[in-house]
Every structure is written in structure tokens, then in C-alpha cells.
């Protein structure tokens, strides 16, 4: 399989712990994208990478979480002392990095924080 | 601030008609836009795309529209199929812009046999 692929599918945390999720891109693809998507809601953008840079984030973002890109390959977000209203699917997406472009998403990790 | 709506929440077809999806947009410096598809539990799966440059792009039964004067594209499926039941999201960005694509809320699409 050679699409976009997420780690874990799933996780159940308690609240104020800190969870991490990964994310491999489609070979060569440079730019990859974090999204967290909520019940009745679309994807809701919160960061981006061109290659290791991270180029841009959302105001949705608080300072609980980081996104990294090391080496230009996988990306990890993390979220520290989870609270309940992380609760909500995390997305990755990325796309060849070569203008506008459709972008391949990854299957998602659901987050519950009890 | 929503700039990408899609104001029907869910539309229910029966088999071998049209569904019509439309999707809304209020900034004008949007340039590029796609549909997707998405069943639960899985991430949305990229259907068809259309560039400000052009006013109809076609793949198979699915037909994408764009109106720019409106600010609005809908996707047309042909005939619809029980298979095609799922929730469709428009996205859009902007090609001089940051590369960052807009989702709208959805719209949940249900093809009765």
C-alpha cells in the first residue's frame, strides 16, 4: 500500500495526558498536511509542512500542541495535557508539493479523551 | 468565519437520478477546488477537481460546475448508485496563497435503491 498512512487508527487517553500520533506520507510527496475533523464538521485545517519547514498554523492550534517534520518524511503531532475537547479525528494529508494540488488523505486516528 | 458552506446538511436520491451537491464559497482570491467523499470511519477519498480557469471539468458520472460570478460549484453524479452514499465535502484554496485548503461542513448524500 502505498497511500498515506496514520498511527494509531485509534486511542482512548484520560485527560491531561499527552498522546502523539504519526503520520507517513506518499513517497515524494512534499507537502503534508495535519487536520482535525469533528462530528458535523469538515476537516478543519491546522498546520502544514513543505518538507521539514513548517510553513504555516492554524490559530486552532494552542500552544498544547506540536507538529514536527523531521528529515522531510513522517510528521508527528503531539498533544500535551489532553482535554476533552480534543476529543475528534486527526487527518493527514499530503500532496507532491508542486502548486495547487489534490491532496491524499490518510485514514484518519480518532482521539477520545475521557 | 466560514468561507465555504454548504447549506444542505443531506440530500436522499433514488437510484439511476441526479444528485446534485453545491457547495458555496465567499472569498474571491479561491482558485482551486475539489470534492471528496467520505465513509465513516475512513479519511475522504478525492473525487474530482476543477480550476478557476475552466467551468466544467467531467470524470465518469461525476461532473463539478463552477460559477465564479456566483461564487459557487456544485457536483452532479450520473446515475446515482447505492454505493455513492456517504458525506461529500467541497474544499477550496487559493493557488497565490498558502496552499491551504478550506473544507466545507458537508453535505450527507443518501442514494435509495
Redesign the interface.
Known amino acids: 500500500d502505498t497511500g498515506v498512512s496514520q498511527d494509531p487508527r485509534h486511542k482512548i487517553t484520560k485527560r491531561g495526558q499527552n498522546v502523539t500520533f504519526r503520520c507517513d506520507p506518499i513517497s515524494e510527496h512534499n507537502r503534508l498536511y495535519w487536520y482535525r475533523q469533528t462530528l458535523g464538521q469538515g476537516p478543519e485545517f491546522l498546520t502544514y509542512f513543505q518538507n521539514e519547514a513548517q510553513l504555516e498554523k492554524s490559530r486552532l492550534l494552542s500552544d498544547r500542541f506540536s507538529a514536527e517534520r523531521p528529515k522531510g518524511s513522517f510528521s508527528t503531532l503531539e498533544i500535551q495535557r489532553t482535554e476533552q475537547g480534543d476529543s475528534a479525528m486527526y487527518l493527514c494529508a499530503t500532496t507532491p508539493g508542486q502548486g495547487p494540488e489534490t491532496q491524499y488523505f490518510g485514514p484518519g486516528t480518532r482521539l477520545l479523551v475521557l | 468565519d466560514q468561507q465555504?458552506k454548504?447549506n444542505s446538511?443531506s440530500l436522499s436520491v433514488q437510484e439511476g437520478r441526479i444528485s446534485i451537491l453545491n457547495c458555496d464559497y465567499t472569498n474571491s482570491m479561491f482558485?482551486?477546488f475539489?470534492w471528496?467523499k467520505k465513509y465513516p470511519?475512513?479519511?475522504?477519498?478525492?473525487l474530482i477537481?476543477i480550476?478557476s480557469i475552466k467551468d466544467k471539468n467531467e470524470d465518469g458520472r461525476f461532473t463539478v460546475f463552477l460559477n465564479k460570478s456566483a461564487k459557487h460549484l456544485s457536483l452532479h453524479i450520473v446515475p446515482s448508485q447505492p454505493g455513492d452514499s456517504a458525506v461529500y465535502?467541497c474544499?477550496a484554496?487559493a493557488?497565490t496563497g498558502?496552499?491551504?485548503?478550506?473544507?466545507?461542513?458537508?453535505t450527507r448524500l443518501k442514494v435509495l435503491a
Open positions: 465555504v454548504q446538511p482558485d482551486y475539489l471528496y470511519a475512513e479519511g475522504p477519498t478525492f477537481s480550476s465535502f474544499a484554496s493557488i498558502t496552499y491551504k485548503y478550506i473544507f466545507g461542513t458537508g
